[in-house]
């Protein structure tokens, strides 16, 4: 498994009902361990703790706290101790009550403390767990690789959607839309699109959310930005409504005006040339 895939499991688990007979394994297969690793784990073939947990060689040791919410930190201290934690080699140690969530990489030292829903967040200190190894940069800041993940997600939902998106001829199509697609993600969060998430809120205010005219939406954003350029030659005013109306007769929610003049100021500043050109074709 890749981390974007264990990001994603482990996010489900976070979110699911905890059963505590079930975790230490729902854990394991999220970092990729096979069934039949797991089964022989259920059977206590290769199964070594001494805390009434899990502890796979080389790997983890894992107790859940069941017998009164609000003992993680005593269950991590007794999993440190154990005289198997250390003899079975185990890279970390990871206490829970289904609440909280205390671990260990006894390597390092570092510690991670958090509560359960919040442990898709903190996923990246497990990645060694999987082969993976990570920048701290990586490690201390999952939102990247969550990220990823939600990109991921709309590429396959994508070619699920519209399966002709998938060839030859129309791949490169479908990845300069991913392109800009992240651009837009990008300015609203670094504020070149003016105004708080601008595009999502635009598109979730002007689309149905079955999508049935999501891409009627996208092409009013080029169509905006044109008007936008002739507006500034031939007048433009705004109703009271807060829809911007041009004299060529575009007329366009001021949000999507905002994020076409963000577009067309960002390409005049950036030597693009004509912003006809270079966002014209955005849809």
């Known amino acids: 498994m890749n981390a974007v895939e264990i990001e994603e499991a482990v996010s489900d688990l976070a979110q699911q009902p905890f059963d505590a007979n079930e975790f230490p394994f729902a854990f ?36 859940v706290a069941v017998a009164e919410v609000g003992q993680t930190v005593e269950t991590l201290a007794r999993l440190k101790a154990s005289p198997l934690t250390d003899r079975q080699k185990a890279q970390f140690i990871l206490a829970t009550d289904g609440a909280q969530v205390e671990a260990e990489e006894i390597g390092s030292g570092e510690v991670l403390s958090c509560r359960y829903d919040e442990f898709g967040n903190n996923f990246g200190s497990f990645l060694p767990l999987a082969g993976i190894s990570t920048l701290a940069e990586v490690k201390n800041n999952p939102i990247y690789i969550k990220a990823t993940s939600r990109l991921n997600r709309l590429y396959v939902q994508l070619l699920k959607d519209n399966a002709d998106w998938g060839s030859a001829d129309k791949r490169a199509d479908l990845n300069r839309f991913m392109a800009r697609m992240i651009f837009c993600f990008f300015a609203e969060d670094t504020g070149i699109f003016q105004g708080d998430d601008l595009f999502t809120t635009t598109v979730q205010t002007m689309t149905e959310a079955d999508g049935s005219n999501t891409a009627a939406a996208f092409v009013a ?50 030597g693009f040339g004509s912003p006809f050109i270079s966002f014209a074709s955005f849809a």
């Open 28 to 63: 394991l297969a999220a970092f990729g361990n096979k069934e039949a690793t797991i089964k022989r784990l259920r059977s206590g073939n290769t199964n070594k703790s001494d805390v009434s947990g899990i502890l796979q060689r080389n790997n983890i040791h894992i107790a």
């Open 221 to 270: 954003l080029p169509q905006a930005a044109v008007g936008l350029l002739l507006a500034g030659a031939r007048g433009a005013t705004w109703r009271s409504d807060e829809t911007f109306r041009c004299q060529i007769g575009y007329s366009f929610p001021s949000s999507i005006v905002r994020i076409a003049s963000a577009r067309v100021s960002t390409a005049s500043r950036s």
